[in-house]
């Protein structure tokens, strides 16, 4: 029942259209939607053929020039490491499938390409870095 749960509110957040949803990329992990703030922190959400999941990122929220770089997690209901402990997702579940991830804008204002570094648990950063260019649509 718990994980119905966060699948209900995980799905509710991706497919929201809150007023961050203007900031949408792609990148060579799936799409990835600027979904919300909560306080100083901005939730994204990202979706590709294999995860569906949300990206924390403390600081981030309503900065909009001069990004800089930024730390945070992500968090998906399932991924190929398990991890130890736990951490919040939406609506006040939490999961055992999460990682470190470390962002750098490398345009420092809006619309913005970025690049990542993330990894499982408290583990190693990854050595293929995520990167993610602005979507414009069509």
């Known amino acids: 029942m718990k994980t119905i749960g966060w699948l209900l509110a995980f799905w509710a957040l991706a497919f929201s259209t809150g007023a961050m949803a203007d900031e949408v990329w792609t990148s060579n992990y799936g799409k990835v939607v600027y979904e919300t703030d909560m ?17 924390y990122l403390a600081g981030l929220a309503g900065i909009y020039k001069n990004r800089g770089s930024y730390e945070g997690y992500w968090v998906q209901y399932s991924s190929d490491k398990r991890c130890d402990t736990e951490r919040p997702t939406q609506a006040g579940q939490t999961s055992h499938y999460w990682g470190r991830f470390h962002i750098r804008f490398i345009d420092k ?3 913005s390409r970025w690049e990542a570094k993330w990894g499982y648990c408290n583990d190693l950063m990854q050595s293929t870095p995520w990167r993610a260019d602005p979507y414009f649509g069509k």
């Not at 306080?39 to 990206?55: H, Q």
């Open 39 to 55: 306080g100083p922190t901005a939730v994204w959400s990202y979706r590709n053929e294999n995860y569906n999941g949300l990206i």
């Open 109 to 111: 204002d809006f619309p």
